[in-house]
């Protein structure tokens, strides 16, 4: 099994699982503004996910200025994600400060 790492910019975070990785994105992170719609999202999965979710490929592209090679990597890794991870898991670690269900 391939270790996860957390992919923010300046952390070496690394994880056992995706759900880890996520959940320390969330509560670790200061949260990140929405360059499209000004939303303040958690860093990293969730902010991929709202910009990918809320917005157009075009949208994201203006606002980040970013080309088609930064969109395909991030909608890889929201696909790599999605099909690890269990969500559900995720969003009960969040609101329980990510300690695992067994602390």
Same mark, same amino acid.
């Given at each position: 099994m391939s270790l996860w790492t957390c992919g923010v910019a300046g952390c070496? &975070? *690394?994880?056992e699982d995706a759900e880890s990785a996520v959940v320390h994105q969330t509560n670790e992170h200061e949260r990140t503004e #929405?360059? $499209? #719609?000004g939303a303040i999202v958690p860093e990293g999965y969730f902010? /991929? *996910?709202h910009a990918f979710d809320e917005h157009s490929r075009a949208e994201y592209i203006r606002a980040y200025n970013a080309d088609?090679?930064?969109v395909r990597? *991030? @909608? &890889? /890794?929201? @696909?790599a /994600? @999605?099909?690890e991870a269990d969500l559900q898991r995720i $969003? @009960?670690?969040v609101d329980a400060g990510g300690r695992a269900e067994s602390e």
């Open positions: 070496d &975070g *690394r994880f #929405c360059k $499209v #719609c902010a /991929i *996910r088609s090679a930064a990597m *991030r @909608e &890889g /890794i929201q @696909e /994600i @999605e099909a $969003v @009960e670690q």
